[in-house]
């Protein structure tokens, strides 16, 4: 059973930067596809960027050009480094796994992911 522990999340003003790191409990042979979604109270969980076993990264529109997806390896940790934040940012982050390889579209669809982890909450301040 993969366990994925997200950390990292926590108050921060706007315009400013957090580094969320999510460990993957299990290693395999091949490096897997990661996902981190966010999600408000009464809201969908939405996608926000996603890394996939080839290293291509997707981002949805609202984080391009300030959040970057990336992966270490070794440590089996996917990070997704968070700059000029904004009030809108404020959720709850999750990251998931898909074992295999997706594409854009299939990246983006939370439907897609095989584990969850149990998020960490963002806020950014006004």
């Known amino acids: 059973q993969v366990q994925l522990v997200e950390s990292g999340g926590g108050l921060v003003e706007a315009g400013g930067s957090l580094r969320l790191s999510c460990e993957a409990s299990?290693?395999?042979?091949?490096?897997?596809?990661i996902a981190w979604f966010r999600q408000t109270v009464g809201e969908t969980r939405d996608f926000v960027a996603a890394i996939t076993r080839n290293s291509n990264t997707y981002y949805a529109d609202s984080v391009k050009g300030r959040f970057t997806i990336s992966r270490e390896n070794a440590r089996n940790t996917v990070y997704l480094q968070m700059n000029s934040l904004k009030p809108e940012d404020t959720a709850f982050y999750y990251c998931?796994?898909?074992?295999?390889?997706?594409?854009?579209?299939?990246?983006?669809?939370?439907?897609?992911?095989?584990?969850w982890g149990q998020g960490t909450q963002v806020s950014v301040s006004s």
């Open positions: 299990l290693r395999t042979d091949r490096p897997s596809s």
């Open positions: 998931a796994e898909f074992v295999e390889h997706c594409s854009d579209i299939g990246c983006r669809d939370r439907r897609l992911y095989n584990y």
